[in-house]
């Protein structure tokens, strides 16, 4: 079975340009996540979605940062216009409904902002 | 808000030695779950222990236990015969109960010695 997978893997954009990152998780799972670590800091939550619905954006930094999952299946996180702070390398993981049950993480789209 | 604190940014220890990182946290929740979660250099981050707040036992999976202090709010992981694989970042996780939004410590990376 297939695990979570992030493209790209690597992104390196200048200040002022879009980028967008894609997580396909694992099927049938209803939950994904999208985190983000700045070097040396802690994993931080940005989003959580439910299937195709928005559970909780809260972690989400601001208006430049757009989430999406069409269909309930994988999810774009865009990022328009980039600003250097947003460095960072974001993960996305999935989980199936349920408490506490693991979340299986991809390998995480490692984006620089120069 | 639930914040996760992980206190020691590195560490080491000897194969075949006992190691034991720590985590505290911070929650007004009483029931919750907690994970120890593991990313080896360049690979996914994956579930290593985890902790029903609920449940008075610790945790074990094999070299792998954990020291759940609730009143303290607190959640060590002890690995006992570390190996060389265990080379890795160590995150600390809290959920609560209510949904499934994780919230992540900053990291310990650990490295296993020779």
């Known amino acids: 079975e297939a695990g979570v997978t992030q493209f790209p893997s690597h992104s390196v954009i200048e200040k002022g340009q879009t980028v967008t990152l894609r997580c396909d998780p694992i099927s049938g799972h209803d939950n994904l996540y999208w985190y983000r670590r700045v070097m040396g800091k802690e994993i931080k939550f940005l989003l959580h979605f439910v299937k195709e619905s928005k559970q909780d954006e809260s972690g989400m930094p601001n208006n430049r940062f757009l989430a999406e999952r069409t269909g309930g299946t994988y999810s774009t996180l865009k990022v328009q216009p980039a600003e250097l702070e947003d460095s960072g390398v974001y993960f996305c993981?999935?989980?199936?409904?349920?408490?506490?049950?693991?979340?299986?993480f991809g390998q995480g789209t490692r984006l620089t902002v120069v | 808000a639930q914040t996760v604190t992980q206190s020691q940014p590195e560490m080491s220890v000897q194969e075949a030695e006992t190691v034991t990182l720590s985590c505290t946290y911070d929650t007004s929740e009483n029931n919750y779950y907690l994970f120890w979660y593991k990313q080896p250099p360049s690979r996914q981050m994956i579930l290593v222990i985890r902790q029903e707040a609920y449940k008075q036992q610790n945790a074990t999976e094999n070299r792998f236990s954990v020291n759940f202090q609730k009143a303290a709010k607190s959640f060590s992981l002890k690995i006992s015969d570390s190996q060389l694989g265990d080379t890795a970042m160590y995150f600390c996780a809290f959920e609560p109960l209510h949904n499934n939004d994780m919230r992540f410590g900053a990291g310990t990376r650990l490295t296993v010695k020779p």
């Open positions: 993981a999935s989980s199936l409904r349920g408490r506490g049950t693991e979340a299986f």
